[in-house]
C-alpha cells in the first residue's frame, strides 16, 4: 500500500471541457502514467510517491480535451524500470512516444526494446529533489548510446541553472528539449540571465522548449497570466521550436493540481493563431517525436 507524498495531490477532480476547439491530431507533448501501483510497483528508491494515474486514465482525460497523440515521460519514481512506459505505448497503439530514463548501464538490447516500442528520448534531470544530476561523463555515455537512433534529450532544470548547463545543452549532439519553460522563477522578473540563457539557447535552432508548466512557474495562480504571457513570448519568437503539454497528473507540485480543462483553454493566449496553434500541438511534436 503506497501512500502519496504531499506534493502530489490526486488531479482536479472535474476538468472542464474545453471552449477551444484543437486541431486534428493534437498532441500532449508531456504527461506521465503512474501505476496502477498493484502491478507497477514504484522504485523503493524513489524521492517520491505519485498518485496513481494509469494509462486507461491518462489518455481517456486526453480524449476529453481534444487530444490524440501524446507523449509519455518516465518518471523518477520508476528509475530505470521501464515496464509501465512499455504497457502504456502498447495502450496507445502508435499515438504515443516515449521518454526514458537511462545510464552508461543500460543495455543496447534494452535500448532497442524501447526504441521499438516508440521511445524517441531521454530525461536528464537537474532538480535536487530528483535525486543526484549525472555527471558530464555519464552524460557523454548515456548520449553515445542512442546517437544513431534519432533520439532527443529532454533537459529538466530549475531557473538560474538553464544558464548553468547552458554549455553543456550547446553541446549535445542531438536534439534538445527544455521542459516545463525552464521552470523560471516569474518573481524574479521577465527579463534577467536565466531568461536570457534560454532564449540564446533556443536562437540556435537546435534547442526546443516545452511551454508546459504554465501552473508551476506562475505567481499569480490560476489563470497564470504571468507564465502564459511568457509562453506566448516563446511561441511568437521561436514557433518552429516549442513544444506543449498538460503535465498530467502534474506531481511534484504546490497546492492542489490544475484544471486541464482551463490549461487547454489558455491555448488561446499562448498561441493565439490557427497556425501557431497547428504548429506548437501538431506540426512541431510530429517532426520533434517521429509521429507521421
Known sequence: ???PSPSCPPPHPSPRTPTIRLP????????HVFGPSA??????NRTFTPVDAPASQVMALQRRLGLQRGVIVQSSCYGTDHRVLLDALAAGAGRYRGVALINPATTRTEIGRLHAAGVHGFRLHFLPHLGDPPSQEEIRDTVRLVADLGWHAEIHVHDADVAR???LIRWF???????HLARLDLARGPDRVAVAALLDLLDTGRVWVKTSG?????????????AVAFAARLVNLFPERVLWGTDYPHPNITGPAPD????????????????QLRRLLVDNPAEFFGFP
Do not use: W
Open 24 to 31: 486534428e491530431n493534437s498532441c500532449d507533448s508531456h504527461c
Open 173 to 179: 549532439p542531438v536534439p534538445v528539449v527544455i521542459d
Open 260 to 275: 486541464d480543462g482551463l490549461l487547454v483553454d489558455l491555448l488561446a493566449d499562448i498561441a493565439p493563431g490557427r497556425d
Open 214 to 226: 504554465v501552473d508551476r512557474v506562475s505567481v499569480l495562480g490560476p489563470p497564470y497570466a504571468d
Open 39 to 44: 502491478t507497477f510497483p514504484y522504485a523503493a
Open 165 to 167: 548547463y547552458a554549455e
Open 1 to 3: 500500500m503506497y501512500v
